[in-house]
């Protein structure tokens, strides 16, 4: 890994736990409970949650866009979830919730100078990212921002996570990897254990099918752990999902990049700490 792309990932782990926040903050459940989402189970509220920034979008536009979700369990939620709330409606809720989860995680952090120092530097990188081809990137990229500087900064960590995720489906479609492939590949390589991949959805058979087709390609052994090509490949897409996603940190550039790091430190640390989100999860942070 070259010192860029080093960076290019110390920046999205850094980030990626401030937006998760949404899926997981019990304030956002209860947000998300009064306008009457089932939140017994996660996924009524992440399918609203995440996809209302592109509208009202049907089954197969979210299946596209969120890739390796089985278009089954999409269209279980979607388009559902607008008959529950409209997505003006769930924007307004998530702001909510993040607001109250950013107070109670983070305290008198969310009101001081470091908050407004992060935020600022965050939103600059966030306004310079290309978003040709990138619709979730692009969708929240045209949201307002809101005034306050915590809700800022989850504005622009939510832009910069979902540009690069738009930029990840780019790389394993050059990879050749299709979706269930694209899961059945990361296993392989020991990113998360193959149960953490159900929630995805997929069949006990589509994933065995993914796996014979893998096999026949040369990047899973017979016991479906990654060959030497398999950990190849799969490098490649992460040297790629890492360039795709450098633009806006030469845009910040080398001093602002690091200073936002050292901002962000803090309130990483109280996420992380916290023990609110998962410790294993489909996208293989720190193992990639």
Known sequence: MSDDDGRVRQMWHLLEPLHAVLYFAPQV???ADSLGYDTGERWPSYFALRAAPLGAPGHRQVASAFYSFSPRTVAEHIPAVWGVAAPGEVLDARTRGIDRAY??????????PEVTEAAALARRAAESVPLEGRPLAAANAELPWPQEPHLALWQAATILREHRGDGHLAALLTAGLDPVEA??????????????????????????AACERLVARGLLNADHTATD?????????????????????RTLGDQGTARLAELL????????????????????????
């Open 29 to 31: 459940f209860e947000e």
């Open 229 to 249: 090509a398999g950990r190849a490949l799969r490098a490649e897409v992460e040297r790629r999902t890492d360039a795709l996603a450098a633009a806006p940190w």
């Open 103 to 112: 107070r109670a995680l983070l305290g008198a952090w969310t009101e001081g």
């Open 183 to 208: 899961l059945v590949s990361f296993a392989a390589i020991g990113a998360a254990p193959v149960g953490v991949f159900a929630s995805r959805g997929w069949s006990e058979s589509e994933w065995a």
């Open 265 to 288: 430190g803090p309130p990483w640390l109280e996420v992380l700490g916290s023990g609110m989100l998962p410790r294993e999860t489909t996208l293989g942070i720190g193992k990639v």
